[in-house]
């Protein structure tokens, strides 16, 4: 072992990255693009966020506001919390004096607080740091002492939530940026929480080497979680099936490299199904691949066509089996709130044909991504969307090189028809699973796997049944994912309070061929 | 490296890639029931569904059906991680599904990463890691079990991920990780009876901001471990744990007749209520024979399996061979009565900056 691999990971973020902001241990999670330009607020403090660049990921710091400025200051690693905690905990087990008190005595009259907020208003104008007022709070407090360990610790917490905010900057991946929008806008991420999407990863056997096809509109998060993955190493293919495609900025919130972000295409999911079947045409080369899907939809049509005949005519079912699933894609004017939502990422309702656009303009996209966010505006459910336009447009601003997201070249789309996908990610919930599974397996290479996302149960439920029936797949499975997170603590563990009651339903399985 | 003459790297085929003399191909039965087999010239299989021939299978494509000597059949499937999962032979416990797909995840392991693990035990997560950190990255994995590190070197070896993976004879516990390692891991994975004795050198290994996570069944391992986490090189501290609930679906029917002549049900009876099933065409589903569990396997209506297949389906009260008058066919979804209730604890810590 005398030569280790070198780990290729970057550590610190530059001017052009994507930070996630964690604000008070979890208070508050905000995504930014660091240009000499982008601020954070916290509370009504405002500050600039120059002060992260060159700094690793993982690094705290302390908001400090002094008069009419505001700057972010790197704390020392050992400040950042735990190490506190720790030593309260012991204190508190250690001590009996500590032990003996308890809140008996406490009167909650709101006088313990000799200062009042005119003073600490004073404080503040006078340019009396954050940490001074928590200090004089406490000198003022006439319960402080009194309290328990525990509580002191609260209310120092509390206090320096307020004066002396912390500011943790995260890396962005797929599992927080999943984490960051479950807890704050979980309807634009179609309720997937992240687990459920960290199992699709798995089932659908993404990584290097895949080319993956995904259909979805949860704002690009399958579509970034399945990026981070192959790394630069494939292919991931976002497909789409309204005039507008339908943004995938989460994708943007990553930091991908060149290779990685230059593997992330879009196409026009039409374009895709024609080209497969073209580069299947019998006449040129007969593959099993085609008179299985062509079977199918015979079985699906009641059509006994014997397997001797012209396989050209093998395929006309087919054709008309597709058509008439696309009718049958579940039309706007379903009331349901993730649909709903659904249609609000793409700025605009879903058509009920799909629809070929060349090269779409990004800029364009971003627009309509805009209007999107503020025809939302009113909803009470924008700070991320915000965040993540604000991302997007700082990206424009500060980096160079290739962006994910444009259009696939033909000669990728040649090679997916020759070759198939090798996973298959659907999460898509306003589309009815079934119809997406028969227009899309064919997509597929054999025994390659699949997994349909949808928060809705019954849905997958029957399609399960119709891949059943149909012998499309095997090892197909309908799972639900189920976490719970516990405090650790010494003599207090249990599990969390408040834990996700669902992170959506998975239908997964791996397409089959049978030759005749 | 080590490379096979079928080149696998990293295991994922392209369009429909024919099976060759050499290839690892998964037998599939049904969910329950699968097989790793390395196919070779003159090979032979043989299961309850017949004997089959491995000269039958080259040439074919991975997804295939093959038919055996006696008529039944079989599916051979391309190797994948999740599915070497379910075919391993098992040396210790092993790691399963849902708690592979959240270390992968909470690890952030991608291409590139150098990870690091103990003990290697029968090699289900050191597969699906290698699988992540391949092409560019590294997996090295410890075990301090002699012949279980040269079982899990040949396993990789089977599976085409000798060259990603690294198996080393070492006690983690007692020893700690080797020095060269330090400050050059991008992530640790921990399943040891004793954790808190490895996290000193997790702490010296993991690059700045770098994750671990320590995988253990019992509170009290995951209450010694996160004190051994609270110091000032970790933070961020969390443990969860994770299950999977897999649910088995069918045809149900659901009479609707209460035997009540012209009650609410005629309103509602015009439209919906009373329909065929809608399987129609090629099942003669109807309600009078049995409404037959589709669960996990269309294999399973192959000869011997019958029997378990009944015990899962779900007994009805109503008797046989009964015309109903009037009936709803819905698909249901019932949670599968067994599940693995509890695997372990897993505690996630980063390094600190």
Redesign the interface.
Known sequence: ?SV??????Q?CAEVGSSVLLDINDGDKMTFARLHSTSTLKVGNIKCNLEALVGQ?????FELQSERNSAKLVRLP??S????E??QQNEADQNSEEVKGRDNRALVDDNKAQNLSSDDIDRMKREGVSGREIIEALVANSASFETKTAFSQEKYMKKKQKKYAPRVLMR?P???SICEAYFVKDPRKIGFCR??T???M???A?V?????VLVLESLGGLITAAAA???????SICSAYYTTKRPPIDMVRLLNLDDATAVSVVRAPLEKLVAARRSAFNPKEKP???VLEGGKSAQ?QN?RAVPKQEGQIENLAPVRNGREEAKVSVPHQDSSDSVTADAKSIGGEAVPMEMSVLHNMDVDHDDKSNKAAVEAREGDGCVPLDKELNAAAEGEEKSVKGPRPGNEATSSDIQRWA???F?SLLVAAPELEPWTVTQNLLPLL?????FVIYSPY??P???C??QL??N?MA?????????????????LR?H?HMQMSATGGFTLSG??????V | MRRKKNDRDGEVRKGDKLIQDGDLVIVYETYKQMKAVTVTKNGEFQNRYGLFMHNDWIGKPFGCKVTGKKGGFVHLLAPSPQLWTLVLTHRTQILYIMDISFVLAYLEVRPGCVVMESGTGSGSLTTALARATAPTGHVYSFDFHEQRAEAARKDFERTGLSSFVTVTVRDIQGEGFPEEFANEVDAVFLDLPQPWLAIPSVAKSLRADSPVCSFSPCMEQVQRTCEALTTKEFRDLRTFEVLLRTYEVHEECLGTDLGLDDSVNNDNDSESAVRSPRSSPPHKRLCSVESKVIDSEEDQTQVSSKDNLMEKGPKKGRSRGEQLPSSLYPIVARPEAEAKGHTGYLTFARRAV
């Open positions: 072992m280790i691999s070198k780990s290729t990971i550590n690793p990921y993982g690094a705290v690693s050992d950042s919390g735990t190490k905690k720790h890396r991946s797929a599992r992240m687990d999407l960290a199992l990863m798995s089932l056997n990584g290097p080497k895949s080319d981070e993955r192959v790394g630069g190493h494939g593959v099993p691949a079985v009641g020759s070759q198939g090798s290479s054999s025994s390659s796997p149960q019954q997958l439920a029957d399960m049944y059943q029936k012998n095997v090892a197909v499975q309908l799972t639900e994912p189920w976490c719970r997170e516990y405090q650790v603590l010494p563990s599990p791996i397409r089959i061929t049978n030759p």
